[in-house]
C-alpha cells in the first residue's frame, strides 16, 4: 500500500484504499473489499460508487486534513460519506440527505461511526440546519437536481469564509438532457462565478462517471 497524495487515503496498482476503524474491524458499507496489511485493515474505494473517489484517481489533489468538517450534501446511502469517515479521524462529516430511506441508511452507518453526524433535510434550505453545525471547512455536494449550482451557492453563503474550499459533482442530464455535457460544466460553472465564486478547476469523471464532472471552487 502506498501513501496517497491525499492523506489517509492509500493506493496499490491504480485502486484506492481507507483504512477501516479497529472498531469497525470486519465490517462492510457497501460490499467493498477488506484487505488486512500490516495490522491495518483497508476498505476497496470504488470508483464507479463513488464520485469523490473518482476524482482522486484523475489525479486532482483535495487538500483534506484528518480534523477537518465537511458539510456533505447529498449523502444517500452513505459509500462516500464512510470513507470520508475513514480519513477524518479527528473531523466530522454533517451528512444531509432528503431520502428517509437513506437516511434509515446512514443512521445505522453512523452508529458504529461517531464522526457522521446524519442530518435528514432539503439542503435548498441551509439555514433549517444552522443549528446543527459547529463550523465547516469544506462543503462537497452530489445532488442531481436542476438548481444543483444554486443549491451549492446558496450553503456556501450560510457556512464557508474566504479560502475555503467547495466542491459539487455536476450530473449534465441533470441540468439539460438536450445539452452536450461540456455545455451543462459551464452553466454551472457561470452560475457560481456569477455569485463571486472562483471555480479552479472542472475534471470530467470519465470513464468512472458518464457525463458528470466535479467543479472544485474557492471562496
Known amino acids: 500500500m502506498k ?3 491525499v492523506k489517509g487515503v492509500y493506493s496499490q496498482k491504480n485502486k484506492l484504499f481507507t483504512i477501516n476503524p479497529k ?17 491495518s485493515q483497508y476498505r476497496s474505494w470504488n470508483p464507479y460508487r463513488s464520485k469523490l473517489a473518482a476524482l482522486l484517481l484523475k489525479r486532482h489533489k483535495l487538500n483534506l486534513k484528518s480534523s ?37 441508511k446512514l443512521l445505522k452507518l453512523s452508529k458504529n461511526r461517531q464522526n457522521i453526524i446524519p442530518i435528514l433535510e432539503d439542503a435548498n434550505h ?15 455536494q452530489d445532488i442531481s437536481q436542476r438548481n444543483q449550482a444554486q443549491i451549492l451557492c446558496n450553503n456556501i453563503k450560510t457556512y464557508l469564509s474566504q479560502g475555503q474550499t467547495a466542491v459539487i459533482m455536476v450530473k449534465a442530464r441533470s441540468i439539460d438532457v438536450s445539452l452536450q455535457p461540456s455545455r451543462a460544466y459551464q452553466l454551472v460553472n457561470d452560475h457560481i462565478r456569477d455569485q463571486g465564486y472562483n471555480v ?10 458518464k457525463d458528470h464532472a466535479a467543479l472544485v471552487i474557492t471562496v
Not at 474491524?25 to 484487505?35: M, T
Not at 479552479?200 to 462517471?209: A, T, W
Request: charged content about 20%; hydrophobic content about 35%.
Open 68 to 104: 477537518d468538517h465537511i458539510l456533505y450534501l447529498g449523502a444517500a446511502t452513505g459509500t462516500t460519506v464512510s470513507h470520508l469517515s475513514d480519513i477524518l479521524t479527528d473531523g466530522i462529516i454533517y451528512a444531509v440527505e432528503s431520502s428517509p430511506y437513506a437516511m434509515d
Open 200 to 209: 479552479k478547476s472542472i475534471v470530467p469523471l470519465q470513464p468512472y462517471e
Open 126 to 140: 441551509p439555514s433549517r440546519y444552522l443549528d446543527l453545525i459547529d463550523k465547516i471547512d469544506l462543503i462537497y
Open 23 to 39: 472498531h469497525c474491524n470486519n465490517q462492510k458499507v457497501y460490499n467493498e473489499h477488506l484487505i488486512n496489511y500490516k495490522g
Open 3 to 5: 501513501p496517497h497524495p
